[in-house]
């Protein structure tokens, strides 16, 4: 079966990956890690500390992604009387699940469609957050499912201009798709203590089998930190293919590259169709807007080949499919396929 459904990666892993695993030694898993004695939580987040520029102690380890923003969500909603999250309009439906599992509440606020994408009105954001006073702000950039993202300058803006006891959670699981450039984390948690920024190593670098998140935490969230790190230190064998991760950039680079042939191929051979349009997107997959006459014949022409795309529900996407960006050969024939049923309309 070909999952372009669920974002997860249809490319081969990393040389470095392959032989961490094949070089593991199982009589690892026989102890506890021994770094916790230095103070420290995993040799995870020694290197993520490295790699991103942002003191240990303020690296989170979880697990996956999914971990990070149920713990952030959970505790912040749980301790005092304001439960209330504000969220995106178009976005993962799991966040409003998380919020509802502790007793939170969950608002939404716009996402705004342009031309040929969607995006956050900022000073929209901030009004939203203002008004409502959330005891979280959830930011996602790349946003899921419309593949829209933020820039620096522009979490900056909304980190300044909003209450400084509402919590700013941004969900940049799809990001480095289109830029390594991490240079902006380091900054920007430096100076707002009410920031999470949640990453994984699930997209990117291709290992959501692994269940391995990260993030990191503005200062002074000790008791946060107490409730998410773990005492006897984290799985050993995800430590190690982690690390021969984390240190395959190249080769996730290159992935990225064929990810982008993708995009450009769905642009040009769907974009001026009657009917269509293809959103632009900094993330691993993309979203199209179709003639929604051709849904049934789409969904059993990719069925016979063994292939699964998503098919939108949610209000007012109901006409779009958000596809996974696989392999060139992948991509082809999906877009091909699309094509073929378009034109017996």
């Known amino acids: 079966m070909n999952y372009l459904d669920r974002n997860e990666f249809n490319f081969e892993p990393s040389p470095k990956v392959v032989e961490a695993i094949r070089n593991f030694d199982p009589k690892e898993l026989c102890f506890y890690t021994r770094i916790y004695d230095q103070g420290k939580k995993s040799v995870i987040s020694v290197r993520l500390s ?5 003191p240990e102690e303020q690296v989170l380890l979880t697990y996956g992604g999914e971990d990070m923003l149920k713990n952030a969500i959970h505790y912040f909603l749980s301790n005092g009387e304001n439960k209330t999250i504000l969220i995106p309009e178009f976005s993962w439906w799991y966040y409003n699940r998380v919020a509802s599992e502790c007793g939170g509440t969950f608002q939404m606020y716009p996402l705004h469609e342009m031309e040929d994408t969607f995006a956050y009105d900022i000073k929209e954001v901030v009004e939203y957050t203002n008004r409502i006073h959330p005891r979280m702000l959830l930011l996602a950039s790349p ?12 979490v ?6 909003i209450p400084a006891d509402t919590m700013v959670l941004i969900d940049e699981a799809y990001a480095s798709f289109v830029s390594s450039d991490v240079s902006h984390i380091a900054p920007l948690i430096d100076r707002y203590s009410n ?3 949640s990453r994984t190593l699930s997209k990117f670098y291709g290992l959501p089998g692994l269940r391995v998140g990260f993030g990191f935490i ?7 930190l107490s409730y998410v790190n773990k005492y006897l230190g984290y799985n050993r064998f995800s430590e190690a293919v982690a690390l021969a991760a984390l240190d395959s950039d190249e080769h996730y680079r290159k992935v990225a590259d064929d990810m982008d042939w993708g995009r450009r191929l769905y642009k040009e051979k769907l974009g001026q169709l009657p009917g269509f349009k ?18 049934e014949t789409l969904q059993k022409a990719l069925m016979l080949e063994d292939y699964k795309i998503k098919y939108m529900t949610d209000k007012g996407l109901e006409s779009c499919l958000r596809i996974t960006l696989g392999r060139r050969e992948q991509t082809q024939f ?5 094509l073929k049923v378009y034109q017996q309309l």
Not at 50 to 54: A, N, Q, R, S, W
Not at 289 to 294: G, N, T, V
Not at 334 to 338: A, G, K, L, Q, S
Request: aromatic share 10%.
């Open 50 to 54: 490295e790699l991103y520029g942002v």
């Open 143 to 154: 946003n899921n499912p419309t593949g829209n993202g933020l820039l620096p300058d522009e």
């Open 156 to 161: 900056g803006y909304i980190m300044e201009h």
């Open 195 to 197: 920031l999470i920024i």
């Open 218 to 224: 503005g200062k002074g969230h000790d008791q946060f």
């Open 278 to 295: 293809v959103y632009k997107s900094v993330a691993n997959f993309i979203l199209i807007k179709y003639p929604i006459a051709m849904k």
């Open 334 to 338: 999906v877009c091909d396929t699309i």
